[in-house]
């Protein structure tokens, strides 16, 4: 019943319409004909391109409308140009309407504006994105991250090349089950935890013997937070400060 789906449709903010098999609306309701500036009158009647474009209507949503019609749903994402609303992403359902002798008889359509999301995740992707260039570019500094677990989950290429480990050898496993601690590292690790828990950091040097010399790391061990300062996990930002160590040993002799 149109004029029940009408009724329906009108107390919904998403956009809703009825199309027939000649892609001709039969019924549409007001956030649609809000979106598009028209009135019901002016839209009952005429096909979809005529409301959309036709480029519109034969580059994005023709394929999917005859898919509908050949009786699947059809689920998809879009920027659509309102003349009421403007550029607006719009995440867009198609459902078959089956008629009395079952078959497909036309189709109701579904759009529901996802705008402010899509925009969220676009940045949200481009930040990532940008963050992940950053710390592989890292050069000199050795970063690594964990969960509140202590598996690691990230660990950069100046990581690999100072602490010997290869990033697959790592990632996915926790900092117990990759590390060989020194003596008294056991200690030291729970010391760690416990200064980041309390103090949001913990700040540390090793000093170590290598086919080349000795070599001096110097390390901080901090919080990770979310936005509602929640920890959720933890970071290692490791530097080779031989160079330095040795030229301030040169200096004092």
């Known amino acids: 019943d149109l004029k029940q789906f009408k009724q329906i449709c009108d107390t919904s903010a998403d956009q809703m319409y009825f199309v027939d098999c000649n892609y001709v609306f039969r019924t549409v309701n007001q956030a649609c004909l809000a979106a598009y500036g028209k009135t019901r009158a002016s839209v009952i009647g005429r096909s979809v391109s005529d409301l959309i474009g036709r480029k ?3 580059e994005t949503v023709r394929q999917k409308v005859d898919r ?3 009786g699947e749903t059809i689920r998809y994402g879009a920027w659509f140009d309102f003349p009421g ?6 995440d ?8 009395e002798n079952g078959d497909v008889a036309g189709m109701i359509a579904v759009g529901h504006d996802f705008t402010d999301k899509k925009i ?7 930040k990532t994105m940008l963050l992940d260039n950053i710390l592989q570019s890292s050069l000199d500094t050795a970063i690594a991250t964990t969960d509140l677990d202590f598996r690691i989950n990230y660990y950069n ?5 100072l602490f010997g480990l290869s990033r697959g050898t790592v990632v996915g496993r926790t900092v117990q089950e990759v590390l060989t601690l020194e003596k008294g590292g056991q200690e030291r690790f729970g010391s760690a935890m416990r200064q980041v828990r309390a103090r949001g950091e913990y700040l540390y040097s090793l000093e170590q013997e290598t086919a080349d010399g000795k070599q001096y790391i110097d390390s901080r061990v ?3 937070y979310d936005p509602g300062g929640n920890l959720t996990g933890y970071s290692l930002f490791s530097r080779d400060v031989t160079v330095q160590k040795e030229s301030e040993k040169s200096k004092i002799q």
């Open 56 to 58: 519109m209507f034969e």
């Open 68 to 70: 509908c019609m050949s």
């Open 92 to 99: 867009v359902v198609y459902h078959p309407y089956w008629g």
């Open 222 to 224: 901090s919080g990770i």
């Open 157 to 161: 290429p100046a990581a690999e090349e």
């Open 85 to 90: 609303l403007g550029k607006r992403f719009m």
């Open 120 to 126: 969220a995740e676009d940045a949200l992707a481009q």
